[in-house]
Nanobody, 117 residues
Framework: VQLQASGGGLVQAGDSLRLSCAAS????????VGWYRQAPGKQRELVGI???????IYDDSVKGRFTISRDNAKNSVYLQMNSLKPEDTAVYYCNTGAQNWGTGPYWGQGTQVTVSS
C-alpha cells in the first residue's frame, strides 16, 4: 500500500489550497480516509475523516473551512482548504486502512502547508 499526498505549498492567510492523496494497493472506496496534520513541536492531530459510506467529520478548528471529498474512479481523496489561517501551518498526512471509520495503519509521506500572515 502506498499513499501519495500532494498539493501543499506556501500561501497567504485567506487563500485556498487543495491537497490530494492518491492510493495504490488499496481501494479508498472500501476504507475510511483521514487527513491529519502535525505542526512543529506539536503532536499529530486529526483534521477530518471521510468514512467508507461517505460521511465526514472535522475537527472544530477547521469545520466550515475544510472539506474532504473522494473520487473513487481516481482512487483519490482531496482536502479542500479555504480561508487558511497561519495556525493551519503544518505537515498534512493522509491515512487509510480502517474499514468504515477511524484511523488505519497506512500513512502517506506528508505535504507541507505554510500559511503566512
Amino acid at each position: 500500500v502506498q499513499l501519495q499526498a500532494s498539493g501543499g505549498g506556501l500561501v497567504q492567510a485567506g487563500d485556498s489550497l487543495r491537497l490530494s492523496c492518491a492510493a495504490s494497493g488499496i481501494a479508498f472506496r472500501l476504507n475510511a480516509v483521514g487527513w491529519y496534520r502535525q505542526a512543529p513541536g506539536k503532536q499529530r492531530e486529526l483534521v477530518g475523516i471521510i468514512g467508507r459510506a461517505g460521511s465526514t467529520i472535522y475537527d472544530d478548528s477547521v469545520k466550515g473551512r475544510f472539506t474532504i471529498s473522494r473520487d473513487n474512479a481516481k482512487n483519490s481523496v482531496y482536502l479542500q482548504m479555504n480561508s487558511l489561517k497561519p495556525e493551519d501551518t503544518a505537515v498534512y498526512y493522509c491515512n487509510t486502512g480502517a474499514q468504515n471509520w477511524g484511523t488505519g495503519p497506512y500513512w502517506g509521506q506528508g505535504t507541507q502547508v505554510t500559511v503566512s500572515s
